[in-house]
């Protein structure tokens, strides 16, 4: 691993915030200042193509960045908040379903969110 793909996976794999490559890229900064952002493109697509980071999309923002340890998302379908969240697993049930092995799965559970729901009422929405 060169020392910025290190250091990405370090940023990515500390971090809860689920980060875009512009805060990763922020981050990095911090430490290198002549870090270009193609350079954490380049070192996020290599640790995604080996397995040891995933990407989560959400229709509509940009991607973010996650440690592959075995969780599921919440998304707010309102705001955009993406929080982590561990349910029961679900591997076996879907094998049964599927009938057939898979590579793996990846769930992300639409809501919205208790600040979102808050505002919502207090401004009298439903």
Known sequence: MTKYEKEIFAIVNISREHLTVEQIFQRLKKSHPQVVLATVYN?????????????????GMPDRYDRKEKHDHLVCSHCGKLADITFKDLTASLREQTGDDF?????????????CRKKMEDQGED
């Open 103 to 115: 590579l793996y799965y990846d769930l992300k559970v639409y809501y919205i969110c208790p600040e």
């Open 43 to 59: 070192n996020l697509n290599k640790l995604l193509e080996e397995g040891l980071i995933r990407k989560v999309s959400i229709e």
